[in-house]
């Protein structure tokens, strides 16, 4: 079971923002493999590998080879050779297809002239059965909110792809899915680069950011993160920033999602992943105005995100509505502080 602890205590500093003009090679966006994949719908595409040995031997982690076929906007059949392998913690072990990482060769990328990011991770149902697909539209829901709270966010294409095991597979089916880009893609298009992880200790945190990211996880009821030990969280050293911004991905374990598999950590005071754990080490608790006042400003939108999106069991679309009206009515409420921090 993947480790789920709560922060350790970090010391908060706000952002100095650098008032300095970037150069023009620092302003220059190379478009990058996710970028080509891009469209404002869904994404189609088919996937052949030798997946029995690749599920076998999931642990190893070891790339297979495999081909890759779309249409491009020109609506033009593209098939390419790349690698694929398995990848993820606890969906490793409990699914019958895990999460996959693409690789897409070098060529290929100069080919384009695409930039150097050769990953992309994929995002697929843990398993046929009923209401897994399902999970994967929740899961990708979670991205397309705080995308919507910020743009220090990953990006995600939502997918529909074919999974074959070898070319004259005529018994395969779509699978609802979705892609997210490479996370070094994700710290230069944020104007900043990716803080290694062996670097553990963390003296310092984005106020701003931070604030807004433990709101949000509470909003949509995810313990599933750690920040000193970078569990499901990527941090950005942004141009002219004091402090790292933080940027949250993986979020299947939160009480939004409500995955069958899904329980908190024993560690934790809660019984269930739909119960809520405000999990802030600030001290300021003015600090929290401004995230909050920026969620209200984002109700309608959030609310109508979770309306449209497309689930085959209509009651879990209203459940997940009123578990995030829940939320809202705690931070609308006149005494929403003080019940936050007597949560913690």
């Known amino acids: 079971m993947r480790v789920l602890l709560l922060c350790l205590p970090v010391l908060l500093f706000a952002s100095c923002?650098?008032?300095?003009?970037?150069?023009?090679?620092?302003?220059?966006y190379k478009q990058t493999i996710f970028d080509k994949l891009s469209k404002d719908d869904l994404l189609e595409f088919e996937l052949t590998a030798n997946f029995d040995s690749l599920i076998f031997y999931k642990e190893d982690e070891e790339y297979y080879p495999a081909t890759f076929k779309f249409k491009d906007e020109s609506d033009s059949l593209i098939i390419k050779k790349i690698n694929v392998r398995t990848r993820g913690e606890?969906?490793?072990?409990?699914?019958?297809?895990?999460?996959?990482?693409?690789?897409?060769?070098?060529?290929?990328?100069?080919?384009?002239?695409?930039?150097?990011?050769?990953?992309?991770?994929?995002?697929?149902?843990c398993n046929d059965r009923p209401g897994f697909e399902d999970l994967i539209t929740k899961e990708l829901l979670c991205y397309q909110m705080y995308q919507e709270l910020t743009g220090q966010s990953f990006r995600v294409q939502p997918a529909r792809v074919r999974i074959k095991q070898k070319?004259?597979?005529?018994?395969?089916?779509?699978?609802?899915?979705?892609?997210?880009?490479?996370?070094?893609e994700m710290a230069k298009r944020l104007g900043g680069k990716l803080l290694n992880k062996s670097i553990m200790k963390i003296?310092?945190?984005?106020?701003?950011?931070?604030?807004?990211?433990?709101?949000?996880?509470?909003?949509?009821?995810?313990?599933?993160?750690?920040?000193?030990k970078r569990h499901n969280i990527k941090l950005v050293q942004m141009k002219g920033n004091s402090a790292p911004v933080p940027v949250p991905y993986d979020f299947d374990y939160?009480?939004?999602?409500?995955?069958?598999?899904?329980?908190?950590?024993?560690?934790?005071p809660i019984r269930n992943i739909r119960e809520?754990?405000?999990?802030?080490?600030?001290?300021?608790?003015?600090?929290?105005?401004e995230p909050i006042a920026r969620l209200?400003?984002?109700?309608?939108?959030?609310?109508?995100?979770?309306?449209?999106?497309?689930?085959?069991n209509k009651e879990d679309k209203t459940l997940m509505i009123n578990y995030v009206k829940s939320f809202f009515e705690i931070i609308e409420s006149e005494d929403g502080m003080d019940v936050l921090t007597r949560r913690m």
Request: with cysteine; glycine share 2%; aromatic share 8%.
């Open 203 to 228: 003296k310092s945190i984005d106020v701003k950011s931070y604030n807004l990211l433990v709101l949000f996880q509470y909003m949509i009821g995810n313990t599933d993160w750690n920040l000193s």
């Open 296 to 312: 209200l400003e984002k109700k309608e939108v959030l609310l109508s995100l979770i309306g449209n999106c497309q689930l085959e």
């Open 276 to 289: 809520r754990l405000f999990q802030w080490r600030g001290k300021d608790v003015e600090m929290l105005k």
């Open 17 to 28: 923002r650098s008032e300095q003009k970037e150069s023009k090679e620092e302003t220059v």
């Open 90 to 125: 606890t969906r490793k072990n409990i699914c019958e297809l895990p999460p996959l990482r693409l690789k897409f060769s070098k060529p290929l990328l100069k080919k384009y002239n695409l930039a150097k990011y050769k990953t992309l991770k994929l995002v697929t149902p």
């Open 254 to 268: 939160s009480g939004l999602v409500n995955a069958k598999y899904a329980i908190p950590h024993p560690s934790l």
């Open 167 to 184: 070319e004259s597979d005529e018994s395969s089916s779509m699978k609802t899915a979705f892609l997210i880009e490479h996370d070094k």
